[in-house]
Structure formats: C-alpha cells, structure tokens
C-alpha cells in the first residue's frame, strides 16, 4: 500500500473456484495481488447449486465442503467463499421449455 492510500474493500464474483486442487485463473491473480497490496478481497464464487450436484460437477461437492455458503481466509486480506443456493440460472443448449429456465431466474433472487 502506498503511503496516504486508504485501503479498499473489493468483491469478485466469478463463475470459477477458489480451491486448491482447481485451476487458477488471471482473476484469482489480480485478487491476490489487491490483498497483497493491503486492501480486503473478497471473492465469492457463484453459479453452482445442488443443480451442479445432480450433474456430477466435482466442483459444487469441494465448494459444498470447504466454503458453503462462508467465507474461509486464503491468506492475509483474501477471503474466498461460495454462494450456493439451491438452484441457479443456466442456459442451455437443450429444449428446455422456458418456463423452467424462468422459474430458476426467480428461484435464484
């Protein structure tokens, strides 16, 4: 932090995981090098939900048992969670009649 900066408090949310074991990505960098210069990172994790489960998606069951719906510290100033609901809205390139896909928008908030 430079001096007579006032340390921020930044929110990621992102579609990819922040667990040892998954692939890194340019975003999880940038929001190590945020709390590496002091400011409070928070990165959330969304678009998984028992959905992901029910499709085999290793990623939902290690989010489900290290993060569920929390906050756990990375390391100083970097804290990674995962918000996961019940449903979550998708797209599809199946013939999925709309009023689903609607329905889990409206589950969703």
Do not use: C
């Amino acid at each position: 932090m430079r001096k007579g900066h006032t340390p921020l408090r930044i929110a990621f949310l992102s579609a990819h995981v922040f667990l040892n074991g998954f692939r890194k990505t340019s975003v999880h960098f940038v929001a190590e090098e945020f709390a590496k210069l002091g400011h409070t990172v928070h990165f959330t994790t969304i678009s998984y939900s028992m959905m992901s489960r029910l499709k085999g998606d290793a990623r939902y069951s290690a989010l489900k048992s290290h993060q569920n719906n929390r906050y756990i510290e990375v390391s100083e100033g970097l804290y990674a969670g995962a918000y996961l609901p019940a449903v979550h809205p998708f797209s599809s390139t199946l013939p999925i009649p709309a009023f689903i896909e609607e329905a889990a928008f409206r589950a969703y908030d």
